[in-house]
T-cell receptor
């Protein structure tokens, strides 16, 4: 298995631009998580899906952030418009049963908004 | 009080030493916990699960103390390669991570 695949690995964009981050979970994993990591706040859960349905999006910072999971093998996290404070590493993780086996993370997308 | 709290460290220990980290949690309903290891500029990787009865994997031992609401990770005979940040995670309540404890093993 190729693991959780995220793209792009790095993204540099100007303030105000739209940014789309992509994730392909491990096949068969029913849970998908989006996390954001910064030095100041650590690893924060933004949203998670179960069977493609958003379950908890209370961590999404504001309306500028949106996430979708149109099918079991693909999810996107979109920021529109982006701001410098959105600069962080965004991780996608997937799991079969998170409370039993934990999750597998992708390599992350390092986002810089200038 | 944060839902999951860790001492950020760094813990600087010599090779061969034994080191232990704790992680406290506030929600008594949390049922499962995990330790992850994160190397610099890499993704977190699952290190081990934490069971009520405790579990051991080689040099690593994880324990859960429900009465005091903390989990622990013990590393024996530290290696240089153990240098990393160790994150605790509540696998049930909001899937929250602690901010991590940084370990540096010194030669």
């Amino acid at each position: 298995d190729a693991g959780v695949i995220q793209s792009p690995r790095h993204e540099v964009t100007e303030m105000g631009q739209e940014v789309t981050l992509r994730c392909k979970p491990i096949s068969g994993h029913d849970y998908l998580f989006w996390y954001r990591q910064t030095m100041m706040r650590g690893l924060e859960l933004l949203i998670y899906f179960n069977n493609n349905v958003p379950i908890d999006d209370s961590g999404m910072p504001e309306d500028r952030f949106s996430a979708k999971m149109p099918n079991a093998s693909f999810s996107t996290l979109k920021i529109q418009p982006s701001e410098p404070r959105d600069s962080a590493v965004y991780f996608c993780a997937s799991s079969l049963v998170p409370w039993r086996g934990g999750y597998t993370f992708g390599s992350g997308t390092r986002l810089t908004v200038v | 009080r944060k839902e999951v709290e860790q001492d950020p460290g760094p813990f600087n220990v010599p090779e061969g030493a034994t080191v232990a980290f704790n992680c406290t949690y506030s929600n008594s309903a949390s049922q499962s916990f995990f330790w992850y290891r994160q190397d610099c500029r890499k993704e977190p990787k699952l290190l081990m699960s934490v069971y009520s009865s405790g579990n051991e994997d080689g040099r690593f031992t994880a324990q859960l103390n429900r009465a005091s609401q903390y989990i622990s990770l013990l590393i024996r005979d530290s290696k240089l390669s153990d240098s990393a940040t160790y994150l605790c995670n509540s696998g049930t309540y909001k899937y929250i991570f602690g901010t991590g404890t940084r370990l540096k093993v010194l030669a």
